[in-house]
């Protein structure tokens, strides 16, 4: 039996940022974080793209549109601290056809009002700052979004943390909570208060303290395709116009902190909670109820789910996605497209009522436990101030 002052199930960013924030504020609390993988951020913090975020996405009233800003800010010091490099690439928005005009006025308008440095510039502009880009009349200009190596950033901060005292628990799967005790395959944990952040898991350790009961998990698979070459010296992310209806971006090009370019990524309804390749981590009682939320959304085309599904099960043929790709640039060379980055799977909460995924950051909990439901992109970007935020709303 081990006895902390707090316990935090998940070795990801914003597990390890609210132990990092904690103990800047008290050096002599005693934090275990727990998570059942061999190392930190094996999930989603390590498998995601990198990219620091702006904030102008967001509407006003969420979450996101207050922290994100914040966080690009907050995580650039971090890096700076620790040594890390950051590629200051930048991001553009372009526009295929005049509709999509209104759409880049709407997200320059978030932005500012999110506190973010966008602008709406011409297509003669867009092309100084990326001569391959290719737009229609305009697109949207941000200086600040940069990317990072997200597994550096994690293993940089797991290095903070043991320095200051932080105790980690790998290879230790929380199986229960009952009263103030934590029960894993490793041992029981006697704790004042628990933090989850156990992300896919998230809200099943939730309901075992009845919180997240209007939600569940619903798995994404997201997959790159590198383009080692970049014969065309593509220097800047170039996205597209979203849907602003749903919380993924289209494919797009990434530029990593290395230079390497990735074209993706895919936001395809996987099978279970872990399918990342094949029959690796397979659960039937995942598969049975993953299947049936999505054959529901599927039939009821809740939030457009079945157009979205249609169109990312044809991105898995290579030539639809380079398709895809190919509409935000002048030059692409098909030839130099490469294989399938490691896959990532979106810890997506859909609330069962309104049967609408959750866009933004959802946390509930009382003086005893604090359940971190939803922190899906920007989540990466937000972790520092959203560890405040939960530190101030629910640990203090």
Not at 55 to 65: E, M
Not at 121 to 147: C, F, K
Not at 164 to 173: L, S
Request: glycine share 8%; hydrophobic share 40%.
């Amino acid at each position: 039996m081990e006895k902390v002052d707090l316990v935090i199930v998940g070795a990801g960013i914003v597990g390890m940022a609210i132990a990092d924030r904690l103990k800047q504020r008290s050096p002599g609390l005693d934090i275990a974080i727990l998570d059942k993988e061999s190392d930190v951020a094996q999930h989603a913090s390590g498998r995601n793209s990198g990219v620091l975020h702006a904030g102008f996405y967001y509407t006003a009233d969420s979450l996101k549109a207050r922290l994100t800003v914040a966080g690009n800010t907050a995580m650039r010091e971090f890096c700076q601290a620790q040594g890390i490099g950051i590629n200051e690439c930048g991001k553009l928005v372009v526009a295929t056809n005049r509709a999509e005009l209104k759409q880049l006025k709407t997200l320059e308008a978030r932005g500012q009002a999110n506190g973010s440095a966008v602008s709406i510039i011409s297509a003669a502009e867009a092309e100084r700052i990326e001569p391959n880009v290719r737009t229609y009349e305009q697109a949207l200009w941000s200086p600040r979004t940069a990317t990072v190596d997200p597994k550096e950033v994690c293993l940089a901060l797991k290095s903070k943390l043991l320095a200051a005292g932080v105790r980690f628990f790998t290879n230790t799967k929380a199986l229960s909570i009952q009263g103030s005790l934590l029960h894993t395959d490793k041992g029981s944990f006697a704790f004042g208060k628990l933090v989850n952040c156990a992300g896919l898991y998230a809200d099943r350790l939730a309901q075992q303290c009845g919180f997240g009961k209007d939600y569940i998990m619903i798995p994404f698979k997201g997959l790159y395709l590198k383009y080692p070459g970049n014969p065309t010296n593509i220097k800047t992310n170039i996205y597209p116009v979203p849907n602003l209806k749903n919380p993924f971006l289209g494919v797009h090009f990434t530029v990593t902190k290395s230079g390497l370019v990735k074209l993706g990524p895919t936001a395809t309804p996987a099978l279970w909670r872990e399918n990342y390749r094949g029959l690796d981590r397979f659960s039937f009682r995942e598969l049975v109820e993953t299947l049936s939320w999505e054959s529901l959304l599927f039939v009821t085309n809740a939030f457009g789910f079945r157009n979205l599904a249609f169109e990312e099960m044809q991105k898995y043929r290579k030539r639809f996605f380079v398709d895809q790709a190919r509409k935000l640039v002048k030059e692409m060379d098909d030839a130099s497209v490469g294989d399938w980055s490691e896959p990532g799977i979106r810890a997506q909460l859909l609330n069962k009522k309104t049967k609408q995924l959750v866009q933004d950051f959802i946390v509930e909990g009382d003086s005893r436990s604090v359940h971190i439901l939803n922190a899906v992109s920007p989540g990466f970007t937000c972790s520092f101030p959203f560890a405040e935020y939960v530190i101030e709303k629910y640990l203090t």
